[in-house]
């Protein structure tokens, strides 16, 4: 079987890019080892920032004004919603150390402000407010369903006639007169261009054509509760432990704290995790004392050491690289599929992706 | 008599039928971990226990199970409220 692109991995990511080189004619395929959105996509809770390292934020906010139109565009609901997002700080040193860092964030044009108590109050009633010592505001991210997210892009993949091989892992690629050989247990597929959006999995993948991917898995846990009848309007954000504390569309409350470290173990799942969520949890929102927990699991983030994503043609021909997304992937992936759409179909390299060019390590 | 076409719901957390299974497998989400994540069911309050053993049933029914597990169990066993973790609840 020969196709035109072949794109090694089934999250959001690597449909984003598989629909946007399909639907510009090339014959696609989509190779994932496992299920769709096994990796990254199925993990992360949804947050839609804009509050990202230097170049990336531009990219983001790219990101977050065409998350406004794909469901449109894509023809299914994503739920995703302007949650903006609260940011908090309990401690003085943690307000200190956000004053500094917003400032930084403004200068990049990020629009994030700081939120007088009294107005949390006010327009978040159910926030303690007590306990808090500084709040910032920003109120154009979002929050998305992830597998939502990629659905939409599956179908829209589908109906530009991509295929998509699920269970398929890809145990060897070659390169050979041009072109490389794509091999699953189950058939070998000649391409003629390649793109690795297999997140943490892509380092593995690329040292079989001799490239040194640094991607690096960072462990996390998450949670979600029974539904409930949205009130939680923003994303609340407590940057010093991790925390972060969301309300879906469908009702849900999804959350994460802290971090594991380095592991590529997805079977974590850890009581102190939820113990310190919890604490966390009801001491700034004391109402969801009685909500209950249905359901934890561990998310790998697929970090670089810049902070910065890997999005661009390799020094070997014809194979292109999308991960490294860290946890601000769902931010950027529609931007990436779109840009790195138009590099793979037209060779145009975007100045929006240049920065984050493989080429750098 | 005209007899209305009766819904079976397989999952009553989130109110998933069994032809909504039936369309999901035929739109290529034929697997358990996918159309778990698809339908939304086993996700709910119950966490499997009343709908797990349909999805798998109707998944052997087309011909689509490769091999006989569940989808990955995680803990809680049970819902569990946040004020017992937090211990504001005893």
Redesign the interface.
């Known amino acids: 079987m020969k196709v035109d692109v072949a794109v090694v991995g089934g999250g959001a990511l690597g449909l984003s890019i598989a629909y946007n080189v399909a639907k510009r004619g090339l014959k696609t395929m989509v190779f994932e080892a ?5 990796g990254s996509t ?1 993990r992360d809770i949804g947050l839609v920032r804009e509050r990202v390292v230097d170049d990336v934020a531009k990219l983001a906010l790219m990101g977050l004004k065409m998350h406004d139109k794909l469901p449109d565009k894509l023809g299914v609901n994503t739920l995703f919603r302007r949650s903006g997002c609260l940011i908090v700080a309990l401690e003085e040193e943690e307000a200190k150390a956000l004053e500094e860092k917003y400032k930084a964030y403004k200068r990049m044009g990020v629009q994030c402000d700081p939120l007088r108590l009294e107005e949390v109050k006010k327009r978040f009633p159910y926030v303690n407010v007590e306990r808090l010592k500084a709040c910032y505001y920003d109120k154009r991210e979002g929050l998305v369903h992830p ?1 939502a997210l990629l ?1 939409a892009y ?2 829209a993949f ?1 109906k530009v006639g991509g295929a ?1 091989r ?2 398929a892992k890809v145990k060897s690629l070659k390169v050979e007169g041009g072109s490389f050989r794509v091999a699953t247990d189950a058939e070998t597929v000649e391409a003629r261009k390649v793109v690795i959006a297999a997140g943490v999995y892509s380092s593995e993948l690329a040292k079989q054509v001799g490239l040194t991917v640094p991607v690096e898995p960072l462990a996390r846990e998450a949670l ?3 539904p409930m009848k949205p009130f939680l309007g923003p994303v609340i954000e407590r940057p010093s432990n991790g925390f972060l504390l969301g309300q879906t569309m469908r009702g849900e409350f999804i959350g994460t704290i802290g971090s594991l470290g380095r592991s590529y173990d997805l079977s974590l ?1 850890s009581y102190s995790f ?2 310190e ?3 966390q ?3 700034i929102v004391p109402a ?10 561990t998310w790998i983030c697929d970090t670089t050491p810049d902070g910065k994503p890997l999005i661009g043609e390799t020094s070997v021909n014809g194979l292109y690289l999308a991960c490294g997304c860290h946890d601000y992937g769902l931010s950027i992936i529609p931007a990436i599929g779109e840009l790195l759409g138009r590099l793979i179909v037209g060779g145009e390299v975007d100045p929006l992706i240049k920065p984050f060019s493989p080429a750098r390590f | 008599m005209i007899r209305m076409k009766a819904k079976k719901f397989i999952c009553l957390c989130h109110d998933v039928t069994e032809d909504d299974v039936l369309k999901a497998i035929e ?2 989400y034929d ?1 358990l ?2 159309l778990k ?2 339908t939304g069911a086993t ?3 119950c ?1 499997g226990k009343s709908c797990m053993m349909h999805l798998i049933r109707i998944l052997g029914q087309k011909g689509k199970l ?1 091999e006989a597990k569940t989808v990955v169990i ?3 066993i049970d ?11 005893g």
């Open positions: 496992n299920y769709l959105g096994f199925g597998l659905w599956f179908e589908k998509l699920k269970q979600v509760t029974e799942s939820l113990k969520f919890s604490r949890a009801v001491e969801l004392s009685g909500l209950k927990i249905l359901r934890q699991w | 739109a290529g697997d971990e996918t994540r698809f996700t709910g309050p966490q490769r995680r803990p809680p819902p569990v409220p946040i004020g017992i973790f937090s211990g504001e609840e």
